[in-house]
């Protein structure tokens, strides 16, 4: 007797239906930039571990060395980074006083600036607040330039000759010096922050105010309700998500933060978790600087876990359906041009006048003296080995910085690291975006979505650290990079993946797969597809993700202050190193050139946005 057996091998209909989900485009595209993310998302996060519980060569010169009966051989695991940081006679200094710092500086300038935002938010959209277009408009500037020029500017304000070495402007004008806690530390570094970050409140909550139906809030006060009784009870529980999401947007930023601390907390030694990394680095202590970095990592991770616990357990509410809706504005009565006066006065004091303050002071000869008298074009204009009025030599013989090399050269690497890093995060936004989208549900569309979105919840600082540490040396196929301009490169886009892929993903989910389908239909392929109809239809995200790449990489310094060299530096850095060192002339002098390249490149975006952008998807 024989037996037939039939067997369907590799003809199986699920092996060919394996095969043909594989070779799906956005399972293609998902697997690959899911090795991309892996590598320069995930890798990093492990060398963070790796590194911190990593004996070192440097580590052979700590008193505090504990090994456990381990020998002291680099490469072996060790937990003295770990007993330095939270157990050794260094660790008030090393830890618990600048996480002290770092929670009221983080939980203070979250308040502030929130409280600014919403109030303004309200005043701009609820109210019949005069000129609210134009308000709305100028209230997001502090969005577009870097937070550390306020902070500049609050030194040019308000030092004092006994930690600055010159007065400010105060000390100037009313010979009365101020008092240490205003010119350094933890208020001024609150204040100059929540100037800046109260746009991620105004931009969030206006747009959840906007889409409120006033008829709502008239019914309450129809039944009853007074002015506090249906702001509580309607309006607040309506905005709250908009308001957990501008609270985690605005901690997690805070928390990484380093200009601004740097500028006006290390002076008077008052350190930031940030800061620390920083100093840790600096001397060679990447193991004590990656356990802090891990802490950080921690908190802003723990914060957006519980950001999205307590949204997801709130009762949603619907504030937009098929009916039409209205918003109609608040009377202020008489208080009205009062309140806009007050508006202006708050607007002119935290965007224009920090910006009249910088340009000012980089046409004093000398430090502390704001006369006419003092005036000079040295710092802009001025040739090598200059001799002032004061009798001295200038900048210690630079040039000014519109005759100087060096600073033309940091002017390009600025600009080509910012138009490298927008154009590749806008490009691999899109196609993150396509993989997400379209493979909606699937565990590719859901891990690339992850680890795109994982770079957001690591410091600026630690991540720069980590890359710092992770290619200073060759690894795989990539040889050393440290000192590259191709390492600034990586980590700047690698930075933006958050920003981009969810702008990528918002812009594919306007698009019907039917589109795709009909021009498979006339025998197009995938690259045709892409070029024709998903790019042009996509082109907002592309310019959104562009856009706001642009801007975060213009104004970096916490991401890349560890990564330059000579040969790298950009603008931000080279403010910081003249200011480290006493030059505030060129340090004031580059900020404004980096915040004009800044609003111009935004403008010059908007503009393309507003018309070449509208004429491609009409093509």
């Not at 303004?120 to 019949?128: E, F, N």
């Not at 359906?321 to 806009?340: E, H, V, Y």
């Not at 957001?456 to 991540?463: E, K, L, M, N």
């Not at 600034?488 to 981009?500: G, Y």
Request: glycine share 8%.
């Amino acid at each position: 007797m024989s037996i037939s057996v039939k067997t369907e091998g590799f003809n199986s209909p699920l092996l060919r239906k394996a095969g043909r989900e594989i070779k799906k485009p956005e399972r293609v595209i998902g697997i690959i930039l899911l090795a991309l993310l892996v590598f320069f998302v995930f890798m990093p996060l492990i060398n963070i571990f790796q590194t911190a519980f990593t004996f070192t060569l440097s580590d052979r010169r700590l008193p505090q060395v504990v090994l456990h009966g381990l020998k002291a051989i680099p490469g072996n695991f060790t937990l003295v980074h770990l007993e330095r940081v939270f157990y050794s006679d260094v660790s008030k200094n090393m830890f618990y006083k600048p996480l002290l710092n770092s929670i009221v500086v983080t939980g203070g300038l979250t308040i502030l600036s929130m409280l600014i935002g919403c109030i303004l938010a309200y005043l701009v959209v609820r109210t019949d607040l005069p000129f609210k277009k134009i308000i709305a408009n100028v209230a997001t500037i502090p969005y577009v330039i870097p937070s550390w020029p306020i902070a500049l500017a609050w030194l040019t304000l308000f030092k004092n000759q006994r930690i600055g070495g010159s007065q400010g402007w105060f000390q100037y004008l009313t010979g009365i010096a101020p008092p240490d806690w205003l010119s350094y530390g933890p208020v001024p570094i609150i204040i100059c922050l929540s100037l800046h970050y109260y746009a991620f409140s105004f931009i969030t909550v206006s747009g959840a105010l906007a889409s409120i139906d006033s008829n709502l809030e008239e019914t309450g006060a129809l039944l009853g309700a007074n002015r506090r009784q249906v702001m509580s009870k309607i309006t607040l529980p309506l905005v709250m998500p908009a308001i957990l999401s501008a609270f985690i947007l605005t901690f997690s930023k805070g928390l990484g933060t380093f200009g601004t601390p740097a500028f006006l907390g290390l002076p008077v030694s008052y350190t930031t978790l940030a800061t620390q990394i920083y100093s840790a680095i600096r001397n060679n202590l990447p193991g004590d600087a990656f356990i802090i970095a891990i802490i950080m990592i921690i908190i802003s991770g723990l914060t957006i876990y519980m950001n999205v616990k307590v949204i997801g357990a709130r009762k949603s509410y619907v504030t937009i359906s098929g009916k039409g809706f209205r918003s109609k504005p608040m009377n202020l009565g008489r208080a009205r041009w009062f309140i806009f006066a007050l508006v202006m006065l708050f607007v002119i004091t935290c965007i224009f006048l920090p910006l009249y303050v910088l340009l000012y002071q980089t046409f004093m000869e000398v430090n502390g003296d704001y006369s006419l008298s003092n005036f000079t074009l040295h710092y802009w204009i001025g040739a090598p080995n200059t001799i002032g009025k004061s009798g001295i030599v200038l900048g210690e013989g630079q040039a000014g910085i519109l005759r100087n090399p060096d600073i033309w050269l940091t002017t390009w690497n600025s600009i080509r690291l910012s138009i490298t890093v927008s154009i590749l995060a806008g490009i691999i936004g899109i196609f993150l975006g396509y993989a997400i989208v379209r493979g909606r549900g699937t565990k590719l569309a859901s891990a690339c979505d992850t680890f795109s979105f994982a770079p957001y919840i690591i410091p600026s600082i630690a991540f720069g650290a980590v890359y710092l540490g992770m290619f200073s040396r060759p690894i795989g196929f990539f040889p050393s990079l440290y000192g590259t301009f191709a390492l600034l490169v990586i980590v700047s886009l690698a930075k933006r993946l958050p920003f981009s892929s969810r702008t990528g993903s918002a812009a594919m989910m306007q698009i019907d797969k039917s589109l795709e389908e009909a021009g498979t239909l006339v025998g197009a392929g995938f690259w045709t597809k892409f070029t024709k109809i998903i790019y042009p239809l996509t082109k907002s995200g592309f310019v959104a993700g562009f856009m706001l790449s642009f801007i975060s990489t213009m104004r970096e310094l916490s991401l890349i202050v560890l990564l330059v060299t000579p040969e790298t530096k950009i603008l931000p850095t080279m403010t910081f190193r003249y200011t480290e060192g006493g030059y505030h002339q060129f340090g004031d002098a580059i900020a404004m050139i980096l915040v004009f390249l800044s609003l111009l490149g935004i403008y010059i975006i908007r503009k393309y946005q507003g018309t070449d952008m509208a004429k491609g998807i009409g093509d």
